[in-house]
Protein backbone atom coordinates (compact mmCIF):
# COMPACT_ATOMS: atom_id res chain seq x y z
CA UNK A 1 0.00 0.00 0.00
CA UNK A 2 0.82 3.78 -0.76
CA UNK A 3 3.43 2.23 -3.06
CA UNK A 4 3.39 5.26 -5.39
CA UNK A 5 5.14 8.93 -5.12
CA UNK A 6 4.31 11.67 -6.37
CA UNK A 7 6.28 15.17 -7.42
CA UNK A 8 3.77 17.11 -8.75
CA UNK A 9 -0.47 16.71 -8.06
CA UNK A 10 -2.29 18.57 -10.45
CA UNK A 11 -5.84 18.95 -9.00
CA UNK A 12 -9.02 19.99 -10.87
CA UNK A 13 -11.64 21.63 -9.01
CA UNK A 14 -9.58 22.45 -6.05
CA UNK A 15 -11.58 25.46 -4.95
CA UNK A 16 -14.71 23.34 -4.99
CA UNK A 17 -16.50 21.39 -1.96
CA UNK A 18 -14.54 18.37 -1.91
CA UNK A 19 -11.87 19.86 -3.64
CA UNK A 20 -10.52 22.09 -1.27
CA UNK A 21 -10.50 19.28 1.41
CA UNK A 22 -8.60 17.16 -0.82
CA UNK A 23 -6.06 20.07 -1.37
CA UNK A 24 -5.77 20.67 2.06
CA UNK A 25 -5.20 17.73 2.90
CA UNK A 26 -2.31 17.00 0.24
CA UNK A 27 -0.72 20.29 0.98
CA UNK A 28 -0.38 19.61 4.28
CA UNK A 29 0.87 15.41 3.95
CA UNK A 30 3.22 15.56 1.17
CA UNK A 31 5.10 18.96 2.05
CA UNK A 32 7.35 18.51 -0.22
CA UNK A 33 5.46 17.85 -3.22
CA UNK A 34 4.40 20.65 -5.44
CA UNK A 35 0.14 20.42 -5.28
CA UNK A 36 -1.11 22.78 -8.39
CA UNK A 37 -4.52 23.80 -7.99
CA UNK A 38 -6.45 24.32 -11.64
CA UNK A 39 -9.89 25.95 -10.92
CA UNK A 40 -11.62 28.22 -13.19
CA UNK A 41 -14.00 29.81 -10.16
CA UNK A 42 -17.62 29.68 -11.16
CA UNK A 43 -20.36 29.94 -8.60
CA UNK A 44 -19.00 26.94 -7.10
CA UNK A 45 -15.67 27.67 -6.75
CA UNK A 46 -14.31 30.14 -3.65
CA UNK A 47 -10.35 30.90 -2.77
CA UNK A 48 -11.41 31.74 0.56
CA UNK A 49 -12.16 28.00 1.21
CA UNK A 50 -8.14 27.64 1.08
CA UNK A 51 -6.98 30.26 3.01
CA UNK A 52 -5.38 28.19 5.60
CA UNK A 53 -2.73 26.75 3.04
CA UNK A 54 -2.83 29.61 0.22
CA UNK A 55 0.74 30.64 1.28
CA UNK A 56 2.21 27.21 1.74
CA UNK A 57 5.08 27.37 -0.50
CA UNK A 58 3.88 23.96 -1.89
CA UNK A 59 0.55 25.49 -3.06
CA UNK A 60 0.08 26.61 -6.52
CA UNK A 61 -3.26 28.43 -7.58
CA UNK A 62 -4.07 28.47 -11.63
CA UNK A 63 -6.71 30.07 -13.12
CA UNK A 64 -7.93 28.17 -15.71
CA UNK A 65 -10.82 26.49 -17.25
CA UNK A 66 -10.48 22.90 -18.42
CA UNK A 67 -11.95 23.03 -21.68
CA UNK A 68 -9.56 25.55 -22.60
CA UNK A 69 -6.49 23.87 -24.61
CA UNK A 70 -4.33 26.71 -24.54
CA UNK A 71 -4.39 26.92 -21.11
CA UNK A 72 -4.58 23.50 -20.03
CA UNK A 73 -1.45 23.09 -22.43
CA UNK A 74 0.41 25.50 -20.77
CA UNK A 75 -0.44 24.46 -17.18
CA UNK A 76 0.65 20.61 -18.26
CA UNK A 77 4.21 21.97 -19.69
CA UNK A 78 5.02 24.37 -16.97
CA UNK A 79 4.25 22.44 -13.81
CA UNK A 80 4.89 18.85 -15.66
CA UNK A 81 2.40 16.93 -13.23
CA UNK A 82 3.08 13.17 -12.46
CA UNK A 83 -0.29 12.62 -10.74
CA UNK A 84 -3.92 14.03 -11.84
CA UNK A 85 -6.72 13.98 -9.41
CA UNK A 86 -9.75 15.54 -11.87
CA UNK A 87 -12.82 16.98 -9.48
CA UNK A 88 -13.61 20.10 -11.76
CA UNK A 89 -16.78 20.16 -12.91
CA UNK A 90 -20.71 21.19 -12.64
CA UNK A 91 -21.94 19.06 -9.99
CA UNK A 92 -25.62 20.24 -9.40
CA UNK A 93 -28.42 17.98 -10.70
CA UNK A 94 -30.73 20.73 -10.33
CA UNK A 95 -28.51 22.83 -13.01
CA UNK A 96 -28.15 20.20 -15.02
CA UNK A 97 -32.07 20.02 -15.44
CA UNK A 98 -32.04 23.97 -16.38
CA UNK A 99 -28.46 23.66 -18.74
CA UNK A 100 -27.74 20.31 -19.51
CA UNK A 101 -25.20 21.49 -22.34
CA UNK A 102 -23.31 23.38 -19.95
CA UNK A 103 -22.67 19.79 -18.04
CA UNK A 104 -21.57 18.37 -21.52
CA UNK A 105 -18.98 21.27 -22.15
CA UNK A 106 -17.21 21.31 -18.58
CA UNK A 107 -17.59 17.42 -17.46
CA UNK A 108 -17.26 15.74 -20.88
CA UNK A 109 -15.39 17.79 -23.19
CA UNK A 110 -13.39 19.13 -20.32
CA UNK A 111 -12.23 15.80 -19.36
CA UNK A 112 -11.45 14.68 -22.80
CA UNK A 113 -9.10 17.35 -22.47
CA UNK A 114 -7.51 16.85 -19.97
CA UNK A 115 -6.83 13.76 -20.59
CA UNK A 116 -5.45 14.99 -24.03
CA UNK A 117 -2.86 17.28 -22.14
CA UNK A 118 -1.56 14.34 -19.86
CA UNK A 119 -1.13 11.67 -22.88
CA UNK A 120 1.03 14.45 -24.86
CA UNK A 121 2.84 14.73 -22.16
CA UNK A 122 3.41 11.46 -20.56
CA UNK A 123 3.46 9.66 -23.35
CA UNK A 124 7.00 11.34 -23.82
CA UNK A 125 8.16 8.63 -21.29
CA UNK A 126 5.87 5.92 -21.93
CA UNK A 127 3.82 6.56 -19.17
CA UNK A 128 6.06 5.45 -16.35
CA UNK A 129 4.60 6.11 -12.90
CA UNK A 130 2.04 8.64 -14.00
CA UNK A 131 -1.43 8.56 -12.99
CA UNK A 132 -5.22 9.89 -14.13
CA UNK A 133 -7.48 10.13 -11.18
CA UNK A 134 -11.19 10.75 -11.60
CA UNK A 135 -13.12 11.36 -9.18
CA UNK A 136 -16.77 10.80 -10.56
CA UNK A 137 -20.02 10.00 -8.90
CA UNK A 138 -22.27 6.85 -7.50
CA UNK A 139 -24.65 8.40 -9.92
CA UNK A 140 -23.51 6.98 -13.09
CA UNK A 141 -25.53 3.59 -12.20
CA UNK A 142 -28.75 5.35 -11.89
CA UNK A 143 -31.10 4.70 -9.58
CA UNK A 144 -31.23 1.29 -7.05
CA UNK A 145 -35.44 0.39 -6.44
CA UNK A 146 -35.67 -0.81 -2.64
CA UNK A 147 -32.93 -3.29 -2.17
CA UNK A 148 -29.70 -4.17 -3.76
CA UNK A 149 -26.35 -2.09 -4.32
CA UNK A 150 -24.31 -0.48 -6.45
CA UNK A 151 -21.01 -2.71 -7.58
CA UNK A 152 -17.85 -1.94 -9.68
CA UNK A 153 -19.75 -4.45 -12.30
CA UNK A 154 -22.76 -2.50 -12.16
CA UNK A 155 -23.88 -1.54 -15.69
CA UNK A 156 -23.96 2.33 -16.43
CA UNK A 157 -27.01 4.04 -16.22
CA UNK A 158 -27.70 7.57 -16.25
CA UNK A 159 -30.90 9.39 -15.81
CA UNK A 160 -29.91 13.03 -14.75
CA UNK A 161 -27.83 15.27 -17.13
CA UNK A 162 -24.83 15.84 -14.61
CA UNK A 163 -25.04 11.91 -14.47
CA UNK A 164 -24.62 11.32 -17.86
CA UNK A 165 -22.25 14.26 -18.88
CA UNK A 166 -20.05 12.07 -15.86
CA UNK A 167 -20.69 8.56 -17.25
CA UNK A 168 -19.13 9.82 -20.50
CA UNK A 169 -16.41 11.32 -18.43
CA UNK A 170 -15.60 8.04 -17.15
CA UNK A 171 -15.80 6.30 -20.27
CA UNK A 172 -13.24 8.43 -22.27
CA UNK A 173 -10.83 7.63 -19.16
CA UNK A 174 -11.29 4.00 -19.82
CA UNK A 175 -10.83 4.78 -23.33
CA UNK A 176 -7.53 6.24 -22.47
CA UNK A 177 -6.36 3.56 -20.93
CA UNK A 178 -7.58 0.72 -23.19
CA UNK A 179 -6.39 2.68 -26.49
CA UNK A 180 -3.36 4.15 -25.20
CA UNK A 181 -2.53 1.96 -22.09
CA UNK A 182 -2.44 5.31 -20.31
CA UNK A 183 -2.25 4.90 -16.55
CA UNK A 184 -5.81 5.85 -14.82
CA UNK A 185 -8.02 4.93 -11.96
CA UNK A 186 -11.86 6.30 -11.29
CA UNK A 187 -13.77 6.18 -8.08
CA UNK A 188 -17.72 6.42 -7.51
CA UNK A 189 -18.61 8.01 -4.70
CA UNK A 190 -21.73 8.23 -2.85
CA UNK A 191 -23.37 12.07 -1.98
CA UNK A 192 -20.68 14.11 0.66
CA UNK A 193 -21.32 16.65 3.23
CA UNK A 194 -19.39 18.61 5.48
CA UNK A 195 -17.90 22.22 5.96
CA UNK A 196 -17.15 23.97 2.73
CA UNK A 197 -20.23 22.84 0.75
CA UNK A 198 -21.77 24.56 -1.51
CA UNK A 199 -25.26 25.89 0.02
CA UNK A 200 -27.80 24.79 -2.65
CA UNK A 201 -27.45 21.49 -1.91
CA UNK A 202 -29.15 19.61 0.70
CA UNK A 203 -27.47 19.56 3.82
CA UNK A 204 -26.40 23.38 3.92
CA UNK A 205 -29.29 24.56 2.57
CA UNK A 206 -31.32 22.92 5.21
CA UNK A 207 -28.92 24.32 7.92
CA UNK A 208 -28.66 27.58 6.64
CA UNK A 209 -32.67 28.05 6.16
CA UNK A 210 -33.26 26.59 9.41
CA UNK A 211 -30.92 29.38 10.92
CA UNK A 212 -32.82 31.88 9.36
CA UNK A 213 -36.27 30.07 10.05
CA UNK A 214 -37.37 30.03 6.29
CA UNK A 215 -39.14 26.75 4.92
CA UNK A 216 -37.36 23.79 4.25
CA UNK A 217 -37.75 21.98 0.73
CA UNK A 218 -38.26 18.55 0.75
CA UNK A 219 -38.68 16.88 -3.24
CA UNK A 220 -41.84 15.21 -3.84
CA UNK A 221 -42.42 13.13 -0.54
CA UNK A 222 -38.89 12.95 0.95
CA UNK A 223 -38.74 9.05 0.38
CA UNK A 224 -35.43 9.38 -1.66
CA UNK A 225 -33.07 7.82 -0.27
CA UNK A 226 -28.84 8.93 -0.21
CA UNK A 227 -26.00 7.17 1.03
CA UNK A 228 -23.94 9.86 2.75
CA UNK A 229 -20.23 10.45 3.50
CA UNK A 230 -18.37 12.73 5.14
CA UNK A 231 -16.11 14.55 2.82
CA UNK A 232 -12.84 13.74 4.65
CA UNK A 233 -13.57 9.76 4.69
CA UNK A 234 -13.65 10.59 0.77
CA UNK A 235 -10.65 12.65 0.35
CA UNK A 236 -8.72 9.11 2.97
CA UNK A 237 -10.02 7.15 -0.04
CA UNK A 238 -8.64 8.98 -2.96
CA UNK A 239 -5.63 8.89 -1.04
CA UNK A 240 -5.54 5.33 -0.65
CA UNK A 241 -6.43 4.99 -4.19
CA UNK A 242 -4.25 7.27 -5.78
CA UNK A 243 -1.52 5.71 -3.72
CA UNK A 244 -2.31 2.05 -3.88
CA UNK A 245 -5.32 1.74 -6.30
CA UNK A 246 -4.77 -0.92 -9.48
CA UNK A 247 -4.38 0.81 -12.55
CA UNK A 248 -7.18 0.79 -14.62
CA UNK A 249 -9.58 -0.10 -12.21
CA UNK A 250 -12.87 1.60 -10.65
CA UNK A 251 -13.88 1.56 -6.57
CA UNK A 252 -17.03 2.35 -4.93
CA UNK A 253 -16.74 4.85 -2.01
CA UNK A 254 -19.85 5.09 0.08
CA UNK A 255 -20.65 5.52 3.76
CA UNK A 256 -23.44 2.59 4.22
CA UNK A 257 -25.44 5.72 5.12
CA UNK A 258 -28.60 5.01 3.48
CA UNK A 259 -31.13 7.62 4.70
CA UNK A 260 -34.38 8.49 3.43
CA UNK A 261 -34.08 12.82 2.79
CA UNK A 262 -37.10 13.43 5.00
CA UNK A 263 -34.77 11.25 7.79
CA UNK A 264 -31.98 13.57 7.18
CA UNK A 265 -34.05 16.68 7.79
CA UNK A 266 -35.80 15.80 10.46
CA UNK A 267 -32.76 15.15 12.03
CA UNK A 268 -31.17 18.23 11.47
CA UNK A 269 -33.88 19.93 12.88
CA UNK A 270 -34.11 17.84 16.12
CA UNK A 271 -29.80 18.26 16.19
CA UNK A 272 -30.21 21.97 15.45
CA UNK A 273 -33.03 22.24 18.35
CA UNK A 274 -30.83 20.60 20.81
CA UNK A 275 -27.36 23.33 19.98
CA UNK A 276 -30.06 25.95 20.20
CA UNK A 277 -32.39 25.01 23.45
CA UNK A 278 -35.66 25.13 21.05
CA UNK A 279 -38.21 23.25 22.34
CA UNK A 280 -38.68 20.00 20.59
CA UNK A 281 -40.26 20.29 17.14
CA UNK A 282 -39.76 23.57 16.65
CA UNK A 283 -37.65 23.47 13.46
CA UNK A 284 -39.23 20.48 12.07
CA UNK A 285 -42.50 22.97 11.60
CA UNK A 286 -40.66 24.54 8.88
CA UNK A 287 -40.13 21.49 6.68
CA UNK A 288 -42.45 22.51 3.50
CA UNK A 289 -43.04 19.46 1.19
CA UNK A 290 -42.67 21.13 -2.74
CA UNK A 291 -42.32 19.79 -6.20
CA UNK A 292 -40.67 16.48 -6.80
CA UNK A 293 -37.29 17.22 -9.30
CA UNK A 294 -37.83 16.15 -12.53
CA UNK A 295 -36.35 12.36 -12.90
CA UNK A 296 -35.83 12.39 -9.62
CA UNK A 297 -33.51 9.00 -8.98
CA UNK A 298 -35.23 6.94 -6.34
CA UNK A 299 -32.07 5.50 -4.02
CA UNK A 300 -28.54 5.01 -4.27
CA UNK A 301 -26.57 2.70 -2.01
CA UNK A 302 -23.08 1.58 -2.70
CA UNK A 303 -21.23 -1.90 -2.14
CA UNK A 304 -17.53 -0.47 -0.76
CA UNK A 305 -16.49 -3.74 -0.32
CA UNK A 306 -13.59 -3.52 -2.38
CA UNK A 307 -11.54 -0.65 -1.51
CA UNK A 308 -12.31 -1.95 1.86
CA UNK A 309 -10.29 -5.16 0.96
CA UNK A 310 -8.00 -4.29 -1.37
CA UNK A 311 -6.88 -0.83 0.43
CA UNK A 312 -8.16 -1.23 3.72
CA UNK A 313 -10.66 2.03 3.50
CA UNK A 314 -13.67 2.20 5.46
CA UNK A 315 -15.14 5.16 6.90
CA UNK A 316 -14.63 6.66 9.87
CA UNK A 317 -17.21 8.93 10.97
CA UNK A 318 -20.80 7.99 11.37
CA UNK A 319 -24.05 10.32 10.43
CA UNK A 320 -25.02 11.62 13.79
CA UNK A 321 -21.44 12.82 13.91
CA UNK A 322 -20.71 13.96 11.18
CA UNK A 323 -23.94 15.97 10.77
CA UNK A 324 -23.28 17.54 14.32
CA UNK A 325 -19.45 18.55 13.00
CA UNK A 326 -21.09 20.04 9.95
CA UNK A 327 -23.89 22.11 11.87
CA UNK A 328 -21.23 23.32 14.40
CA UNK A 329 -19.17 24.42 11.29
CA UNK A 330 -21.83 26.36 9.29
CA UNK A 331 -22.61 28.11 12.70
CA UNK A 332 -19.72 29.25 13.61
CA UNK A 333 -18.72 30.38 9.93
CA UNK A 334 -21.50 32.36 9.76
CA UNK A 335 -19.70 35.11 7.36
CA UNK A 336 -18.40 31.96 4.61
CA UNK A 337 -22.06 31.73 4.39
CA UNK A 338 -22.97 35.51 4.48
CA UNK A 339 -20.17 35.68 1.94
CA UNK A 340 -21.37 33.21 -0.29
CA UNK A 341 -25.21 34.38 -0.38
CA UNK A 342 -24.35 37.66 -0.68
CA UNK A 343 -21.55 37.01 -3.72
CA UNK A 344 -18.69 39.34 -1.77
CA UNK A 345 -16.82 35.50 -2.24
CA UNK A 346 -15.95 36.45 -5.72
CA UNK A 347 -14.30 39.29 -4.45
CA UNK A 348 -11.49 37.57 -2.44
CA UNK A 349 -10.22 36.45 -6.35
CA UNK A 350 -10.23 40.08 -7.47
CA UNK A 351 -8.63 41.91 -4.67
CA UNK A 352 -5.85 39.12 -4.71
CA UNK A 353 -4.85 38.48 -8.75
CA UNK A 354 -6.51 42.14 -9.49
CA UNK A 355 -8.58 40.54 -12.10
CA UNK A 356 -12.66 40.10 -13.04
P1 LIG B 1 -18.26 21.57 -6.58
O1 LIG B 1 -19.33 22.03 -7.50
O2 LIG B 1 -18.31 21.99 -5.16
O3 LIG B 1 -16.84 22.08 -7.14
C1 LIG B 1 -16.51 22.03 -8.51
C2 LIG B 1 -15.26 22.85 -8.72
O4 LIG B 1 -14.91 22.75 -10.12
C3 LIG B 1 -15.44 24.35 -8.42
O5 LIG B 1 -14.33 24.83 -7.70
C4 LIG B 1 -15.53 24.99 -9.80
O6 LIG B 1 -15.03 26.32 -9.83
C5 LIG B 1 -14.65 24.05 -10.62
N1 LIG B 1 -15.00 24.07 -12.04
C6 LIG B 1 -16.24 23.95 -12.59
N2 LIG B 1 -16.17 24.05 -13.93
C7 LIG B 1 -14.84 24.23 -14.23
C8 LIG B 1 -14.12 24.39 -15.46
N3 LIG B 1 -14.75 24.40 -16.62
N4 LIG B 1 -12.79 24.51 -15.39
C9 LIG B 1 -12.14 24.51 -14.20
N5 LIG B 1 -12.77 24.39 -13.02
C10 LIG B 1 -14.11 24.25 -13.03
O7 LIG B 1 -18.19 19.99 -6.74
P2 LIG B 1 -17.81 18.87 -5.68
O8 LIG B 1 -19.01 18.55 -4.89
O9 LIG B 1 -16.55 19.23 -4.99
O10 LIG B 1 -17.56 17.64 -6.66
C11 LIG B 1 -16.31 17.45 -7.31
C12 LIG B 1 -16.40 16.21 -8.19
O11 LIG B 1 -16.74 15.09 -7.39
C13 LIG B 1 -17.47 16.32 -9.29
O12 LIG B 1 -17.03 15.65 -10.44
C14 LIG B 1 -18.65 15.57 -8.69
O13 LIG B 1 -19.42 15.00 -9.71
C15 LIG B 1 -17.92 14.49 -7.91
N6 LIG B 1 -18.70 13.97 -6.78
C16 LIG B 1 -19.32 14.82 -5.92
C17 LIG B 1 -20.06 14.30 -4.86
C18 LIG B 1 -20.77 15.19 -3.88
O14 LIG B 1 -21.62 14.71 -3.12
N7 LIG B 1 -20.44 16.47 -3.80
C19 LIG B 1 -20.15 12.91 -4.70
C20 LIG B 1 -19.48 12.08 -5.60
C21 LIG B 1 -18.76 12.62 -6.63
P1 LIG C 1 -28.43 17.15 -3.63
O1 LIG C 1 -27.77 17.65 -2.40
O2 LIG C 1 -28.79 18.13 -4.71
O3 LIG C 1 -27.54 15.97 -4.19
P2 LIG C 1 -27.86 14.87 -5.35
O4 LIG C 1 -28.96 15.35 -6.19
O5 LIG C 1 -26.56 14.79 -6.09
O6 LIG C 1 -28.18 13.59 -4.63
O7 LIG C 1 -29.78 16.44 -3.20
C1 LIG C 1 -29.78 15.36 -2.28
C2 LIG C 1 -31.19 14.81 -2.21
O8 LIG C 1 -32.02 15.80 -1.58
C3 LIG C 1 -31.81 14.55 -3.57
O9 LIG C 1 -32.62 13.39 -3.49
C4 LIG C 1 -32.68 15.78 -3.82
C5 LIG C 1 -33.10 16.20 -2.43
N1 LIG C 1 -33.29 17.64 -2.21
C6 LIG C 1 -34.45 18.10 -1.56
O10 LIG C 1 -35.34 17.33 -1.20
N2 LIG C 1 -34.56 19.46 -1.35
C7 LIG C 1 -33.61 20.35 -1.75
O11 LIG C 1 -33.79 21.58 -1.55
C8 LIG C 1 -32.43 19.86 -2.40
C9 LIG C 1 -31.36 20.81 -2.87
C10 LIG C 1 -32.31 18.49 -2.60
Known amino acids: ?107 TVGTANLLNQAKKLWQEDGFQDELFYHVSTDEVYGSLGPSGYLYEATKYDPRSPYSASNAAADHLVMAYYHTFQMPVIISNCSNNYGPYQFPEKLIPLIINNIRHQRPLPVYGDGSNVRDWLYVTDHVEAIDLAVHGGVIGETYNIGGHNEHKNLTIVETLCDQIDVKLNNPVGTSRKLITFVKDRLGHDQRYAIDAAKINSELGWSPSINLREGLSLTIDWYFENATWLQNITSGAYKEYYRKMYKVE
Open 1 to 107: MNSRRYNTILITGGAGFIGNHLTRHLVIKYPDSKIVNLDKLTYAGNLENLLDVEDRSNYHFERVCITDEVETQRVFQQHRPDLVIHLAAESHVDRSIVSPLEFVHTN
